[in-house]
């Protein structure tokens, strides 16, 4: 039941903001970082005491605590502490935007969203906490900001419910193909029971369902073709608002789409990896085309993001050689995209642009900003000694064990042309010549301590894993193959 | 049952051919009655769980989305030149195109069962309108309703299995579905803000 304290606690902290109207100014910076260091420390808790390959039910089996729950659980708390970090620095910086504590509130309730979604073990239950997450967020991107922004939330919030709306169908059309026509036969949506079954009833069913809970999430995830949006809100949210998106929220996403993935393969071991490998390679051909041309550091991130998730998908797609690479790339990816972003924050409030042509020698005149966003980059681009290089290395030799040798030469060229791409971007503007008159900017400490916290577990995740987290990681491996 | 089929499908459709925001809405609320007889033609009313998804498809689907979106919608705005599917002859066309193609889809799936046909292939129609009229038309007026049209394909679909949800789970689609008509609601007031692009400068938030 500890693990709940983890949602208990931003739940909390909202509720007080929300009853105590009068303490919502002073009290909304300590109330958010306070609620996140609590679900942090439960969360690491957890993740410490939890005997491997333990498996304990809460509250009626609706939540489960497994190796999947408690590995992302954990992240996602390192994630909001950092945002929660960002955000009091913010917050006490200048002068609050109207209305700054209720974009705070809605932040809380969000991770508890996201928070109580993993932990889920309930699969329409996990459908509607992560689509409440939607609705919490996407007022977030507009939120003090102008039109553009409104058109880009507005787009976020068509293709979510969209890719949720084919996701939920692909859950009722489980649920036809196991009761039968005429409800001859029990249904259920409890992953633990789900397991249990020998058989899914009707395969025409629940082939079509497979088919059309990939493509929802597909959406969520930013897959192509299905992408449209996410350049879009990515570049228009505020800074803390896109790692939310796309480090908490996604990885809810991924994990749903895990459960779904591994629960259907244990019924059928190949089934969706090609339409995996397609959605994916398509993803990471179409990013390509766009980081040439972007011109914008936070948007070509935002291209970069659906490269990583093409690279989750074609790993996901090559099933079980990839599998450690995929879970270990996942976790580096969501501390990596948690840098580069909350750093762009950094950037846009110094320089006061977000066009790559106007920044040069980041490195120089923004120290500790820089240096973040470097490292941030290195790991972006699939650096040793970075946790996301040693996730690509397994995914890219098990293509070559599986004889996707195409796929492998494909992927080669695709993530070379990514990186020169994104190099001859984001170089000159991290290393090139400063202007004459551009001084050097005294940061302080904390604007980037949330980084500083990502860089080291991003780092140790490369050069040495303990190893209770590397048997953790294997166990969540082990789950993306079925049984 | 296949009467209420035909009168969705009418609801779904009939809409698209007109170019008036008040048809529009009127069909979405005629979609939300026809949900819920649907859901007592097909289901005992024998648990909380049923007796809350009627309520909700009767009281929020049918009576406050209409009642709701009439209220919070500049008039003015959504009377400018509205159309769900467009305004040409080949836009037109794509819809008839869309339903034949539901229905094709209904006949596949139902294996012979002809109410079974007739609920999938309305479900299908109704998906692959809504997501036209979320994909074909600029205007987010009207994108709007094809979201709350698609959405109502994704309960008809629901509806397919004769089995409740639990209570909890019930509960939670329910305040889904009230926490997303709100949603939507913050966003009709802000339409017109997002039509003309004035460019005016912004503030960097959190």
Redesign the interface.
Known sequence: MLALLCVAAPVLGALALLIAPGLRETAAKPVLVLSAAVSLLVALIVAATRPTGSVTYLLWR?FVLDATSVLFLTIIAIVFFGISI??RQ??SRRSA?PR?EF?VVRALWFFATCALAVLCN?L??MW??L??GT?LI??LI??????????A??KY??FS??GF?FN??GL??L??GM?G???DH??T?FLDELYALTTLGDK??WE?SLALMVFGLGTKLGLAPMYAWLPDAYDEA????TTMLAALQFNCVLLFLFRQVGLLRSFAPDLVSAELIAMGGMSIAISGFHIVRASNYKRLIAYASISHAGTVAVGLGMGKNAAYGVVLYVVSNALVKSILFLTC?NI??HYGSKQIASLRGLIRVMPFSGWAFMLGTFALLGFAPFGSFLGEIIILSSMVESGYLVLFLFLCVMLTVNLVATGRALFPMIWGDTQENEEKVIEPIWSIASSILYILVLVALGMYTPEPVTSLLREVAATLDGK | MTNLFIVYLAAVIVPAFFFSWRVAVLGLGIQGLMLSFVLLAGHEIDSPAVVIEFLCLLLIRAVFVPWYLLRKCDTRYAQRSFALVGTTLWQRSVVVLLTAAGFAMGLA?GKG?MR?SMQIGTAASS?LIG?LM?ANDRQ?AA?LVG?FT??G??TL??L????A?SF??QM??T??DV??VL??G??LA?FP??T???????????
């Open positions: 609706y960002y955000v913010k917050l935007l700054d974009v309930h329409v239950g509607v906490l689509e409440a609705l996407a007022p507009y939120f003090g900001r102008g039109p553009e922004a409104i058109r939330s507005w919030l068509k419910v969209i709306g939920l169908v009722m059309c649920a036809r009761g026509a005429h409800g029990t249904v949506f025409t069913w079509l505020p800074p803390a608002v924050g846009k409030d | 799936m069962d079974e998906l997501m979320v987010p994108q979201l698609f959405e394909g994704v679909v629901e397919l299995s004769p089995h949800m909890p789970i939670g689609v305040a889904i926490f997303f949603t939507l913050q966003y802000r803000q997002i003309p692009t004035d460019g005016a400068a912004e503030q960097e938030g959190i």
